[in-house]
């Protein structure tokens, strides 16, 4: 262990030898946890990252000045769309994907370093549950559509598939994330192919460039944003296991979205048949001031371009056809080749921009004394997983209905989007659609029908609870043969054992 004379001479060469002011006043234990903590950050590296957060913090917000002359919407040659395709197109798409997948080249991603803070919760979001009937969490749902789609594929070219999951956490969620899994046995899926692995942590920074002191023995410190996934690679050798499986393709989300298709064969299958080393999930833009990122050209490279960064007049602007200009909405969706993910880590990875979010950290002051700030008074510096875009030489984007696959959960329920009532809603309105597309009927206690398909509300609670299990449909196959021409009263759990009640 480094002794604290080097620790504190590696800290004076960063500038940073104040977070060491109350090392003389701790415990042994503490004292040695605070040294250990400090060690491996290299001064160099410190004293940049804390120059740069507070450089970038003092930039003026908004918009680029030059931005708008440099954007334009992506070519229509490089969107494909679930939405606008004919039936035919997806067939083959979808039949690719699943090929690909039967053939043990394809796996699946989770970016889940973030802490559930707004949405008020001390664990990491994966353990959520928004309250349906089933009462499954944000990560059964996850596996249990992993294990789906391995039949489906199976199935499909008779032979046993895996599909692995590489779940990228932080040290906040690691530990907790892991127990889960534990306690839930996987969810049936093998644990050998179950890969957890950290991302890194920096310090957060004050606005005038100085770490943060959370507490007298600890750093205030952050993961690096979904964008440290690069670095994780490399430091957990992902890429080699991967490769020692056969891994080719790679599906990347973000935990937080309910309605997301874990390697999703129709979009697996239009990339791969595309040729694309790099693709985005995307939606329409719900109206001009959604806080969605925009994925587009800038200087002619694909790039997500922010919210914030973009001016209200060009954001309002619209194409020919009447729809918005800049309209595919990026909701953390993405497919990547293993080689492109490889070439990234060895040699772009150092290219990427930080990217600043300010936030409330606690902090102890010059008497050692907690401090729980009522605003932002911290910089933490994140690298976003899309940064990587622009290096792609073959990017494609792929459209798809919001309603079927996006409906993300980061706010508390007090909040009026994107909460646990509106996930769940969307979950139970999807899974409604595919009932009554599927051919059953719904009534009420008094045996009076409830409202068909087309009627179906676009907000609030659905007419009926309808819960599919994952493992019982994917996306909405094979509901017919065991839902046609039945009636059922609401609530409606469709799992493993209502579907062998049904057969007859």
Known sequence: MASEAAVRARLQRAGQEHLLRFCAELEPGPRAALLAELAPLEPEALREHCL?????CARPPGPPPDLAARLRPLPPERVGSAVRSDPETRRLWEEEGLRQIALNKVAVLLLAGGQGTRLGVTYPKGMYQVGLPSQKTLYQLQAERI?????LAGGRHGTRCTVPWYIMTSEFTLGPTAEFFKK??????????VVMFEQRVLPAVTFDGRAILERKDKVAMAPDGNGGLYCALADHQILEDMARRGVEFVHVYCVDNILVRLADPVFVGFCVLRGADCGAKVVEKA??????????LVDGAPQVVEYSEISPETARLRAPGGGLLYSAGNICNHFFTRSFLQV????????LQPHVAVKKVPYVDEEGNLVKPLKPNGIKMEKFVFDVFPFAENFVAFEVLREEEFSPLKNADSADRDSPTTARRALLAQHLRWALQAGARFVDAHGARL?????LPSGGEPPAVCEISPLVSYSGEGLEEHLRGREFQSPLLLDETRVRALQP
């Open 52 to 56: 740069r957060a507070a450089a970038a």
């Open 287 to 296: 109206y001009p001031e959604e806080p969605v990122g925009v994925v587009c």
């Open 344 to 351: 990234v880590t060895r040699e772009f990875e150092p290219l």
């Open 184 to 193: 839930h046995g996987f969810f049936h899926l093998d644990p050998g192919n």
């Open 147 to 151: 294990r789906r789609v391995e039949q």
């Open 451 to 455: 409202p068909e398909l087309a009627s």
